[in-house]
């Protein structure tokens, strides 16, 4: 057991348990997804390495117990060949977590898992002041739960009035969860509440007479979220970006603003409690202008 | 002759499978007549319209909701999915 650099395993995922010699291993999952070879490997993982068992965590990501030191070294190089990494621990960002969104799920209004592979291929591991998760929905159902994320994305449209055909029937009144859409003088919409909106765009949906249009349609990201000990949502930023290249950007720009403004071990939305939301939406400023 | 389903005491995906079979009887001359509750509108719209049908008229009755569909004649997949949540 001696020379085993504790801090040093810990930030590869490797966490000490409560029984001596035994580690926790954590992988590194992008969106919950292995194929049928890596899963039939991580099985075979943990009963050679470990006890057998394996834990399903809350972020869609799986760990091997019971792996006493001097198996570390064999482990990792037992999934590495077959193209699985340990994850994180400590101040960085994690493994992206997304639902199945797009192609997958028919309500999805964006594509979520190609995204996250392209945020974690970019982010995974960065150091930033505090951990810093990112975690993907593909429309305003919000399985994977956007607000909780330090940074959070999520499938988003929103409604404009054409006014061209319409009947005055109310359903877009009636179907808004958020009652974001204003009655009007004759039973139609008298106009749309932006800051009520929650981009579900059933109001499209709904209008049988197509007088109720897409506005916009793309990504929506949310800030600050986290769960813990004092949990708090997300808020959103005001754009909705229309390519996942734009999602990148900004994340790229919200991590630096993070590491500019953040202090040691302060999560992202202590940071912008203390700095204000306005500050980072000033330091996205040149991407904000491109969309929505 | 308009045909009527009431889906009002259906329960999600019960709701949209009767309102599929009733649209794939629907021919291209047809219409029928939905009533639902207020729960079922976004689905049953998207459903109708996916379909290439169209809401012609939209109706209340006591606290549900009577959508006349015409065949023919709608948007096609514009609208988004709706789903359980
Ligand atoms: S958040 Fe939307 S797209 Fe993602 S799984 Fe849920 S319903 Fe589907
Ligand atoms: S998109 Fe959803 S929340 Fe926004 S106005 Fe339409 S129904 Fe309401
Ligand atoms: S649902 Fe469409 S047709 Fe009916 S009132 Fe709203 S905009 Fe007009």
């Known amino acids: 057991m001696s020379g085993i650099d504790y801090r040093e395993l810990k930030r590869g995922g490797v966490m000490r348990q409560e029984r001596e010699d035994r580690f926790l291993v954590r992988l590194h999952l992008v969106a919950g997804t292995l194929d049928g070879a890596q899963a039939r490997a991580v099985a075979e993982a ?88 990112i975690g993907i929905s593909g429309c305003a159902n919000n399985c994977l739960k956007a607000e909780e994320n330090d940074l959070g994305v999520k499938g988003w449209v929103e409604p404009r009035w054409s006014g061209e055909g319409c009947t005055g029937c109310g359903l877009c009144l009636t179907v808004c969860p958020t009652k974001a859409v204003r009655a009007g003088a004759d039973g139609g919409p008298g106009g749309i509440e932006r800051a009520r909106c929650i981009g579900c765009g059933d ?82 400023g040149a991407l904000q202008g491109k969309s929505a | 002759m308009s045909v009527l389903v009431d889906i009002t005491r259906d329960a999600c995906p019960m709701t949209t499978a009767k309102v599929g079979m009733a649209l794939a009887g629907l021919g291209s001359t047809g219409t029928l007549e939905i009533r639902l509750t207020q729960g079922a509108l976004t689905n049953v719209i998207a459903a109708v319209k996916a379909q290439g049908h169209r809401v012609a008229a939209v109706g209340r009755d006591g606290g549900h909701f009577v959508l006349q569909v015409t065949a023919g004649g709608g948007g096609g997949a514009a609208a988004p999915a709706a789903g359980c949540g």
């Open chain 1, 203 to 284: 109001c499209i949906t709904a209008c049988p007479s197509g007088s109720m249009v897409e506005r916009v349609r793309g990504h929506r990201i949310f800030v600050g979220g986290k769960l813990g000990r004092a949990p708090s949502l997300g808020r959103p930023l005001a754009a909705v970006l229309t390519r996942p290249e734009e999602v990148t950007a900004a994340v790229a720009e919200a991590l630096e603003f993070f590491r500019l403004q953040g202090k040691p071990r302060e999560r992202f939305g202590d940071t912008l409690r203390r700095v204000g939301i306005e500050a980072l939406e000033v330091h996205l």
């Open chain 1, 46 to 133: 943990a009963e050679r390495f470990g006890s057998g068992a394996l834990h399903l965590t809350s972020r869609q990501g799986i760990e091997i117990p019971d792996v006493p030191s001097g198996a570390l070294v064999a482990l990792k190089a037992f999934l590495a060949a077959r193209g699985i990494g340990f994850g994180v621990c400590g101040p960085t960002v994690r493994g992206v977590v997304a639902c199945q969104g797009r192609g997958v799920c028919p309500n999805g209004v964006i594509e979520t898992l190609n995204l996250a592979g392209d945020l974690d291929r970019t982010f995974f591991g960065a150091p930033a002041p505090h951990k810093f998760k």
